[in-house]
């Protein structure tokens, strides 16, 4: 599994950062997506990373405000979330791919397995 960590509560315009952190494998060598998860609506991606880092792709709703990265030397994946918005408030997971891609789909939940517990984020307005 991969587990999720960083959330909190933050007024809107507030920042984040979550992590993302294998339980006992290594991260390199696969793609790495970040999905939320609101209540009553369904799990839908927001971004991914592919191994290398030098691919990265992003939801229309959060692009330039949101920055995925990762350090495979620490073996952790990060999302930077900035200028937070209501209807960001939702579960965060990340996912590990399920092969090895050069590059990476966040809106196809089906390429992702290694689904953990995720982390709330709570914007307050």
């Known amino acids: 599994q991969l587990q999720a960590s960083g959330g909190g509560t933050v007024q809107a315009g507030g920042s984040l950062r979550l992590s993302c952190a294998p339980l006992?494998?290594?991260?390199?060598?696969?793609?790495i997506g970040w999905f939320r998860q609101a209540p009553g609506r369904e799990r839908k991606g927001v971004s991914c990373?592919?191994?290398?880092?030098?691919?990265?792709s992003y939801a229309d709703d959060v692009k330039g405000r949101f920055t995925i990265s990762r350090d495979n030397a620490k073996n952790t994946v990060y999302l930077e979330v900035n200028n937070l918005r209501p209807e960001d408030a939702a579960v965060y997971y990340c996912?590990?791919?399920?092969?090895?891609?050069?590059?990476?789909?966040?809106?196809?939940?089906?390429?992702?397995?290694?689904w953990g517990q995720g982390t709330q984020v709570t914007v307050s307005s």
């Open positions: 996912a590990r791919s399920v092969g090895v891609y050069s590059r990476c789909r966040y809106y196809s939940l089906e390429d992702y397995t290694y």
């Open positions: 006992g494998f290594d991260l390199s060598g696969y793609a």
């Open positions: 990373i592919n191994s290398s880092g030098g691919y990265t």
